[in-house]
Structure formats: C-alpha cells, structure tokens
C-alpha cells in the first residue's frame, strides 16, 4: 500500500486522511500535505500528516488529479 510507504507521501501532494477523532467511524478529510509526521519508513495504519489547514491525521489514500 503506498499510503503506508513514508517515501510516496511528499508536501503539496494532496490525500485524504482520518483524523484521530474519525478513526471509529473512518470518516476521511481531504486536503494538502504541509509536514510529515511519522519518522520511520513505513507505518501499518498509514503515515502521519499535517494538512495545510493544520489538521492532523493518517493517510488513507493518495488522491491523483486529473489534468
């Protein structure tokens, strides 16, 4: 899963995440990576994340927009 890989999640890149307070009913919020969080390389319930709007959660999925 490359939502767990540190490697692919890079600041600008845009993702939907959950929230710790999400993380019973899996809700997601969308937004823009600003910071990494998680140190290690790789995380099993995906990397954390600040979102430019200072909102912090683990990636779920990395969102590919067309152009």
Avoid: C
Avoid at 5 to 19: M, Q, S, T
Avoid at 30 to 36: E, H, P, S
Avoid at 48 to 55: E, I, N, S
């Amino acid at each position: 899963m490359p939502h767990r890989e540190r490697k692919n999640i890079r600041a600008g890149l845009k993702v939907a995440i959950v929230l710790k307070q999400d993380q019973r009913t899996g809700k997601q919020t969308v937004g823009i990576v600003k910071d990494l969080l998680t140190n290690s390389g790789n995380h099993p319930y995906g990397i954390k994340v600040r979102l430019t709007d200072g909102q912090v959660g683990r990636v779920q999925e990395i969102l590919v927009e067309d152009k």
